[in-house]
């Protein structure tokens, strides 16, 4: 069926490096989200996507949609330890029902 | 303005009991989601209510498990008959006008134990 896949599964860096995961879709999506869900915490929005090839900043954050919205990134540069926990990609597949397919995450640990 | 209220935050069940979750939309939304996570695993859909309606339930196992979101009151996701496999966390989300594009806000969850 449709999903919503994210690698790795798990990342471990030293403080100071780079991240990035990754979230491909077997199908086109019309727009993709991304969450952060903190040890112990609840999911909580980052950004929105909707156009394709688009690109988004956030500080350390860079946010990318692919030209064919079937795949989209997280890159986080110089990660600190408060960027520790699980992100999450999100998309729409269903857009008759138009609920929330997650990916299955990808946990960061930063080691200090 | 209160964000979404899920209550309780804990819940400890003995095998065969009922469990009742609550989730209170932030003001203003009217969509509510329900997901359950498995620890160290993802969010996995469970149903989708507007108010008074279950607009898509096909991630909600066919038996013990139900949802409702009254005209007034929260939203109830009810679990008869645990069984210690619907140990999780269970987060409710919501959002506003829509869907397709609307991001969506998560109540601090609720961890179900059954012993």
């Known amino acids: 069926g449709q999903q919503v896949m994210q690698i790795p599964q798990y990342q471990h860096v030293q403080e100071g490096e780079d991240f990035t995961t990754y979230c491909n879709s077997s199908t086109t999506l019309s727009n993709i989200q991304w969450y952060k869900q903190r040890p112990g915490g609840h999911p909580v929005f980052l950004i929105q996507l909707v156009k394709s090839g688009e690109v988004k900043k956030q500080k350390r954050l860079t946010f990318q949609f692919g030209e064919a919205k079937k795949n989209s990134s997280l890159h986080i540069t110089a990660t600190q330890t408060t960027d520790v926990g699980t992100y999450f990609c999100?998309?729409?597949?269903?857009?008759?029902?138009?609920?929330?397919?997650f990916g299955d995450g990808t946990t960061l640990t930063v080691k200090p | 303005n209160a964000g979404v209220m899920q209550n309780p935050r804990h819940l400890v069940r003995r095998r065969g009991q009922e469990a009742r979750l609550r989730c209170s939309p932030m003001?203003?939304?009217?969509?509510v989601y329900w997901y359950r996570q498995l620890p160290e695993e993802g969010l996995k859909f469970m149903v989708y209510?507007?108010?008074?309606?279950?607009?898509?339930e096909s991630g909600m196992p066919k038996e013990r498990f139900s949802a409702e979101f009254p005209k007034e009151g929260p939203s109830i996701l009810r679990i008869q008959q645990v069984v210690r496999g619907d140990s999780a966390a269970y987060f409710c989300?919501?959002?506003?006008?829509?869907?397709?594009?609307?991001?969506?806000?998560f109540g601090s969850g609720t961890q179900l134990s059954v012993l």
């Open positions: 003001k203003g939304h009217s969509h």
């Open positions: 209510l507007q108010k008074e309606n279950i607009i898509d």
């Open positions: 989300a919501t959002s506003g006008t829509g869907p397709l594009n609307e991001k969506l806000f």
């Open positions: 999100a998309g729409p597949l269903n857009t008759n029902a138009g609920k929330s397919t």
